[in-house]
């Protein structure tokens, strides 16, 4: 890797029904535009474009495609949940020498969880971060009546998938940029090291954590 950019951009927000409106398709190629612009500046001759779950449910997403391409020249290459579950694991595959370790991938529209060292052990959710405070959370914060709600849904969709339960796994490895989210308000509340290598968070920890976000008298500060 010879260099990270990254350009937040909530298409949630743009959603008319179930399709992407006018502004939001806007919004995407303007995001897209400038990072075109940023690659042409380092000399960039190839490129990629990946949609993953927040495309994967869009009803107009072939005109979101024509109009991408148009614009930018960009193809978008949409992927499924089952590619994106077994990339996640392609990436994170050094982790499988961690004892008993599974990867999980929290993202805003889907969910991947993936046993590392069996890439034919791979499950993905069609919901996720976004689709749960949509579904639950009436205020910027799940209240603890919420979170509870959240808890016993994401527990029943599990039990459902037939996850491995209690003992089976002892070490969770997490990737995406809301997992990094997590580990900064961990840092925080625990005084743990931000370096760039290896960030671990402590099981008792965490959970101690989780109590004070969701009921703590000081969680707006976290």
Not at 152 to 161: G, Q
Not at 171 to 186: K, M, P, R
């Amino acid at each position: 890797i010879v260099g990270k950019e990254r350009e937040s951009l909530s298409l949630l927000y743009y959603m008319d029904g179930k399709d992407l409106s006018r502004r939001g398709k806007e919004k995407l190629i303007g995001a897209l535009s400038q990072m075109k612009a940023r690659l042409k500046d380092v000399g960039v001759d190839r490129c990629w474009l990946i949609a993953t779950a927040a495309l994967r449910h869009i009803g107009n997403f072939e005109e979101v495609a024509d109009a991408v391409r148009s614009a930018t020249g960009f193809v978008m290459n949409l992927i499924d949940g089952k590619s994106e579950a077994y990339l996640d694991y392609v990436a994170n595959e050094c982790y499988s020498t961690c004892e008993r370790a599974v990867l999980v991938d929290l993202g805003g529209k889907s969910m991947e969880v993936c046993a590392l060292g069996s890439e034919k052990d791979m499950i993905c959710f069609d919901f996720g971060l976004l689709d749960l405070y949509e579904k639950f959370a009436d205020k910027l914060r799940p209240d603890e009546d919420e979170a509870k709600a959240i808890g016993k849904y994401v527990k029943s969709r599990f039990d459902k998938a037939d996850l491995p339960g209690k003992d089976v796994y002892s070490t969770i490895i997490l990737v995406g940029q809301t997992c990094a989210s997590v580990y900064d308000i961990y840092a925080e509340f625990t005084d743990a090291e931000r370096g760039d290598g290896a960030k671990t968070m402590d099981r008792k920890k965490l959970f101690k954590l989780v109590k004070r976000l969701v009921s703590g008298a000081d969680r707006s500060r976290l």
